[in-house]
């Protein structure tokens, strides 16, 4: 009741300043639900259809697989892009940049020695904490669990993280070990492989999603060529002037976040300061994922974002009014002349709620 007050009398002060010719810059909302959990299909989309709003859904391409339902399928993903989702690479195995190497030109491993006369297996040190993918000639190898697998396992390798020493039998063992091409999966990779895997599912993302919010300013200018928006965490609304396309901010949400709190972050965000705000959610409506939120909670809040008429929009349609905003900005001088468009979604049109649920 209380933040409802607080909020109506955040709104006539809005529509004062409206009516005043003070214009708004760019009030809406964006939903993004990260690692392409099943809860996003199940719980988070008939809500969001309910209410005709579009969500934004981030992939981790390297996770779906028919035989594990945590995830969503590639059926489902593409009904949701069908229905005005915005579908978006949250990349292949969802590893820290810090975890790999960042760039295609830092996955060759150098200084191979062979470890013993008797058997085709060289080793060499790897700087990097994680091995997501490791390639001979760009075929793949194999992890095994033992060093003692390597010896009847052609295309394999065995890694051992605590002394950073790297292993491999590879496919064709060559006689001078420094020949070998060995290359290990690198933040870039991650990035363009995943796209790859979406067109390849007829699905074309514009949008990366930094796992764990994880962004540097290496892996910033690594997204530039495969992405036109890059989504990171930071805990901040998006406002015209300090907007960055490449580091778009967002509000995490945690497993017992009230309605009433998303609702005030809104208030003092996108509605008092005519900002942006996307919430980064993971799974809805059951207990996969990190720290999932209810359905009920969602439908709640999705209700109460439609009964104040704030524009609910995917990552891309918010960044395309931003950029539009920051265009008309330039054009008028000094004066800011860009405004929301309520309700001209380009994904789907909203519906209007029956009656107000969340009260
Ligand atoms: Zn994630």
Request: proline fraction near 6%; hydrophobic fraction near 40%; include cysteine.
């Given at each position: 009741m209380r933040a409802g007050r607080i909020f109506f009398m955040a709104l006539a002060a809005f529509l004062t300043l409206l009516a005043a010719g003070s214009q708004a810059l760019a009030t809406m909302v964006s939903l993004t639900f990260d690692d392409g959990l099943a809860g996003a299909y199940n719980s988070a989309y008939p809500v969001l259809k309910k209410y005709g709003a579009p969500g934004v859904s981030g992939i981790i391409?390297?996770?779906?697989?028919?035989?594990?339902?945590?995830y969503m399928s590639w059926e489902q993903i593409r009904e949701l892009s069908a229905a005005g989702w915005e579908i978006v690479s949250h990349s292949v195995n969802h590893a820290r940049p810090i975890q790999v190497p960042v760039f295609y030109s830092q996955e060759p491993i150098h200084g191979w020695t062979r470890d013993s006369p008797d058997a085709p297996i060289y080793q060499a040190h790897y700087d990097?904490?994680?091995?997501t993918g490791l390639f001979e000639n760009g075929k793949p190898l194999k992890e095994v669990?033992?060093?003692?697998?390597?010896n009847y396992k052609p295309g394999s390798f065995f890694f051992d993280r605590v002394i950073e020493e790297l292993h491999i039998r590879p496919f064709n063992p060559p006689e001078?070990?420094?020949s070998l091409d060995i290359r290990a999966f690198s933040y870039e990779r991650e990035m363009e492989q995943s796209k790859k895997d979406l067109i390849e599912h007829g699905i074309e993302a514009k949008t990366f999603v930094a796992p764990y919010n994880y962004w540097t300013d290496d892996v910033r200018e690594a997204s530039k060529r495969y992405y036109q928006y890059a989504v990171i965490g930071k805990g901040e609304d998006n406002r015209p002037g300090s907007y960055d396309p490449y580091g778009i901010k967002r509000f995490m949400v945690h497993k017992d976040d009230t309605v009433a709190s998303l609702m005030r972050i809104v208030t003092q965000n996108a509605v008092d300061k005519n900002s942006w705000v996307i919430f980064c959610l993971h799974g809805i409506g059951d207990n996969t994922g990190w720290e999932p939120w209810s359905a009920d909670k969602l439908d709640k809040f999705v209700a109460w974002l439609r009964q104040e008429n704030i524009d609910i929009v995917t990552v891309a349609e918010g960044a395309r009014r931003m950029a539009e905003c920051a265009a008309s900005k330039a054009r008028a001088?000094?004066?800011?002349?860009c405004k929301a468009a309520p309700?001209?979604?380009?994904?789907g049109k909203p519906a209007k709620a029956k009656a107000a649920p969340g009260k």
């Amino acid at each position: 009741m209380r933040a409802g007050r607080i909020f109506f009398m955040a709104l006539a002060a809005f529509l004062t300043l409206l009516a005043a010719g003070s214009q708004a810059l760019a009030t809406m909302v964006s939903l993004t639900f990260d690692d392409g959990l099943a809860g996003a299909y199940n719980s988070a989309y008939p809500v969001l259809k309910k209410y005709g709003a579009p969500g934004v859904s981030g992939i981790i391409t390297g996770r779906i697989d028919p035989a594990n339902d945590d995830y969503m399928s590639w059926e489902q993903i593409r009904e949701l892009s069908a229905a005005g989702w915005e579908i978006v690479s949250h990349s292949v195995n969802h590893a820290r940049p810090i975890q790999v190497p960042v760039f295609y030109s830092q996955e060759p491993i150098h200084g191979w020695t062979r470890d013993s006369p008797d058997a085709p297996i060289y080793q060499a040190h790897y700087d990097y904490e994680l091995i997501t993918g490791l390639f001979e000639n760009g075929k793949p190898l194999k992890e095994v669990e033992t060093i003692k697998e390597l010896n009847y396992k052609p295309g394999s390798f065995f890694f051992d993280r605590v002394i950073e020493e790297l292993h491999i039998r590879p496919f064709n063992p060559p006689e001078d070990p420094s020949s070998l091409d060995i290359r290990a999966f690198s933040y870039e990779r991650e990035m363009e492989q995943s796209k790859k895997d979406l067109i390849e599912h007829g699905i074309e993302a514009k949008t990366f999603v930094a796992p764990y919010n994880y962004w540097t300013d290496d892996v910033r200018e690594a997204s530039k060529r495969y992405y036109q928006y890059a989504v990171i965490g930071k805990g901040e609304d998006n406002r015209p002037g300090s907007y960055d396309p490449y580091g778009i901010k967002r509000f995490m949400v945690h497993k017992d976040d009230t309605v009433a709190s998303l609702m005030r972050i809104v208030t003092q965000n996108a509605v008092d300061k005519n900002s942006w705000v996307i919430f980064c959610l993971h799974g809805i409506g059951d207990n996969t994922g990190w720290e999932p939120w209810s359905a009920d909670k969602l439908d709640k809040f999705v209700a109460w974002l439609r009964q104040e008429n704030i524009d609910i929009v995917t990552v891309a349609e918010g960044a395309r009014r931003m950029a539009e905003c920051a265009a008309s900005k330039a054009r008028a001088g000094t004066a800011p002349a860009c405004k929301a468009a309520p309700g001209k979604s380009a994904q789907g049109k909203p519906a209007k709620a029956k009656a107000a649920p969340g009260k």
